[in-house]
Every structure is written in structure tokens, then in C-alpha cells.
């Protein structure tokens, strides 16, 4: 019995991450390609800037849609289980990867063509919108009380491999390909990839185990207020989960996403570099997330959100200004270092952060609420806002404009998180912390 139950969570951790990287993966290689896309579905009359404009709007259209789908989505997974949501959306998303990867373009049907790319935006958007809070729910549930923020790290874990994927086939294609290749057919192979690999996905999530805290949580309970009552308490909960969220979004897509293309329109570095570069920056951070995250386990969620944060705000310019002033590989590479270093840091606790705000009961709904809110306005838009401000300023750090008052808000949001670390109880099924307080184990 001892032997099987750690086994068991190391499936748990496995199967929610590998189908949390496939999921993020088609979701994130559009940001990759938007430049390609931008020329083959919104033309502008030869404008590229205002094809470029629009197709990194239609990246932030997804996001109107993901409120709505984590309120949905995070109702159906407090309700019928993190395992079936987290199903439904990875069937969701490879119906977006078939829908992307076979669209015409402009060319060939007309305005048929972006409206494609808009619906199938519109429909990540939906999915991803849940899977945040299904995944997060899903790996802090299944931890042992006194590896939470260990655990909920590993969701992090799996977006930074899927930037990794899809950096990587960014810098595959973009190497051996041409121009003219890259716009006929090669835009799409990202795309196919996610499409073949998402049945691997599916049928991991597919064998995965329901955690023992939701099953307990969803006994009935005939003095637990109903769904709106308990979001209701917690409302200032989801206030602090969007204020926690918004620095990690915003340099999530302008830092992780957007900065390849930005430095390859900004300063005329190769755009295959510039993946190269991503690739080490993000793997650094896949080796440092869980490590921050068991840091957490040991001092707390709040000093490695606060310190870490801080130290982004304090050198987001310098850093901008430093690789602005003599633009080079090198310079590139020691500049995404330190920020991914300092984003590691903060992205390790912050998922079991948000979780443990949260009751059993309403956790995804109430972190699919505060984090998708966080991720709309301030993610989403992120990468034609740094767009629009670099065409409008001329400047060549108009990032930094963006990111400054970004991370100001999350800096200023960790100052009112609870300190220390919530009882075992607020997590782990009544049975476990019941085992654990027998056994004289502290959480």
C-alpha cells in the first residue's frame, strides 16, 4: 500500500502534464507564427504593420473567450470531475489544431479565410480558459500535504515545455525552410504536429485517477451554500488571484511568446536564433520552476512571489535599455537569462498559491475566474499592445512600457496574500490529514 500510492502520484503528476503540454502547446505555437500568418489571412493592401496588427489582435480575440470558458469549464470540473474537464478540453483543442492547420488562405477564399482563424481562436480560447484551474486543481489535490507547491508547479512545468515545442519547431522550420516555403506550407507544420500528438494526450488524461480530495468535496453537504453563495465568499480571493496572475501573464506572452518575432522586426536578429535563444531561456525555467515550487513548501508561497517580482519590476528597464543599446545574440540571451530566472522564481509557487484560496468545492471555478480575467486584459492583448506602442513611440524597449505597470499591480497584490501556509485540511482529503495527524506528520 505505501509503494503504490507514491506511484500513483507520480502517474497523476505525469498524465497532467504531458496532456497540459500538448494542450498549451496549440495555443502558443500561433504566437510563433504570427508574423507568417498575419501576410496569408490579413492582408492590408500591402501594409504589413497592419496585417501584423490585426493578426496579433486575433491572438488576443482568443481571450474574450476564456472567461467564459473557465466559468464553464470550472463549473463542469467542480461538478463532474478535474479528469472529465480536462478530457473535454484536450478534445476541444485538437479540434482547433485540424481547423488552423487545414484553413485556406486569403488568397485562395477570400474573407472566408480570417474568419477561420478567428473561430478557431474563439474555440482555444474556450478551452484553454479551464484548463488552468482544472490542471492546478487537479496536481495540488493529488499531492501529499507537505509537497502542494511542488506539485502545482509542475503545471507551469508544462507550459514551459510546450513554449519549448513550439519554439523548437519554430527554429526547425524557420532554418531550413525559405521564404517561400515558410508561407506556402511550412506555417503549418506546427500545427499538424499538435494534431497528431493530441490523441496521445486525450488518452492519458483518459486513464488518470480522480483526486480523493474532489471526491470527498462532492458528497453532498446539506448546509454548503450553493455555487453562486460560495463565490460570493470568496470574492476577494479572485480579486487577489487576478492580482497575483497579472505579472506572470504579462511577461508570460511578451517575454516567451512575443519576443522572438519582436527582436526579429526590432533589431534585424535572425528569427532562428532568437527561437534558439527562447529554447534555452524557457528550458532554464522548466529546471527552476519546480525546484522554486518545493522552495515554497519549505518557506511559504508569499517570499518567492513577492522578492521575485520586485526584482523584475526593479529591472525590467535596465535590462530592455542594456540589450536596446548594442542588440545582439549574446546580449539577447543574458537578457532573457535573468528575466526567466526571476519570473522561475515566482511561476514555481504560483499556481498552488491561487489553489489554496480556494474551498474544494468552487477551486476551479474561482481560480478559472481570477486567472482568466488576469490573462484577458492583461495577457491577451500583451503582444498588440507592445506592438501598437513600439509602432506608435518608435521606441525600441516599448515592452518595457508594458510590462512596468503590469508587474507594479502583482508586487502590490503579493503584500495582501496570507502568510505562512493554509492547514492540510484546506487541500487534502479528510482521510489524509486524519492518516497524517495519526501518524504525527506536519504539513
Known sequence: MTTDKPISRRRQIIAAVVGNTLEWYDFIVYGFMTSIISKLFFPADGNEFISLLMATATFGVGFFMRPVGGVLLGIYADRKGRKAAMQLIMAIMALVSLLIACAPPYAAIGVAAPLLIVLARLLQGFATGGEYASATAFLVEAAPPHQRGLYGSWQLVGQMLAILGGAGMGALITHNLDQGQLESWGWRLPFLVGLL??????????HMDETEAFLEASQPQAAAPGLGGQLQQNRRNILLTIGLTIPGTAGFYVLLVNMPGYVHRQFGLPLDQAFTIQMLAVAWMAILIPLAGAWSDRIGRRPLLFWPYLGFLIMIYPGFAWLADAPGIERLLMVQLLFCTLLGLAFGPAPTAVSELFPVRVRSTGVSIGYNLAVMIFG???????TW??????????????????TMLGVVACYFLPRGRPAAAAIAPASLVTSNAASGESS
Open 197 to 206: 500528438i493530441a490523441p496521445v494526450g486525450w488518452w492519458v488524461r483518459r
Open 380 to 386: 491577451g492583448f500583451a503582444p498588440f499592445i507592445v
Open 389 to 406: 506602442l513600439g509602432g506608435r513611440t518608435g521606441s525600441p524597449i516599448a515592452p518595457v512600457y508594458y510590462l512596468l505597470p503590469s
